[in-house]
Each structure stands twice: as C-alpha cells, then as structure tokens.
C-alpha cells in the first residue's frame, strides 16, 4: 500500500468520482448547479457521483435540512452545519 501524501498523519480517502466530462443525467445537473453556484461542483457532489440515486437522496436531505420549513432560520442552520464539522474535525 502506498504512503499517504501528507505524510501519514492523517490518512485521506480516495474514491473514485465521475469527471465533469463524462457526467450524465442527474449527475451532470448537480456538477452544473454547483458550477452556476459556486463556480466548481462541490466535493460532496462528487462523492456522491458513482451512487446517482445516492446523490438524489443526499440532496434532497440536505434541501429539506437547510431550505424546508423550520423555526431556525438560514443562518442559524448554517452555524449548526459549521460547528458539527469543526467537532468532526472537518476543514472546509
């Protein structure tokens, strides 16, 4: 097994994801929201991009989380999301 890049200290995941050139159906609509939004597709669009069914769902989900009907508002969820993945030891 190869060395990690970083040195092994903490060892990073490698999957496979589907290149914007060979995106299809609902993968391709997700790269391209990404890219209106942001200007790239996201990274967790990418994970997602072997499991299109996965990725329907996992959109949906995170729709329903951040944009349904809730008495927190947009800000207060979005400070939810950035404290759990400080606590999950999360970099972006």
Do not use: Q
Not at 60 to 75: A, D, Q
Not at 81 to 88: G, H, L, R, T
């Amino acid at each position: 097994m190869a060395e990690p890049e970083n040195g092994g200290e903490n060892p990073i995941a490698w999957v496979y994801t589907v290149p914007e050139t060979e995106a299809e159906g609902i993968v391709k609509a997700n790269y391209e929201a990404g890219r209106k939004k942001s200007g790239y597709p996201s990274n967790i669009s990418r994970f997602f991009s072997n499991r299109p069914e996965l990725m329907r769902a996992h959109r949906g989900l995170y729709l329903m989380l951040m944009h349904g009907e809730s008495s927190l508002s947009r800000i207060e969820r979005e400070f939810i999301a950035v404290a759990v993945s400080k606590a999950n030891g999360c970099f972006y």
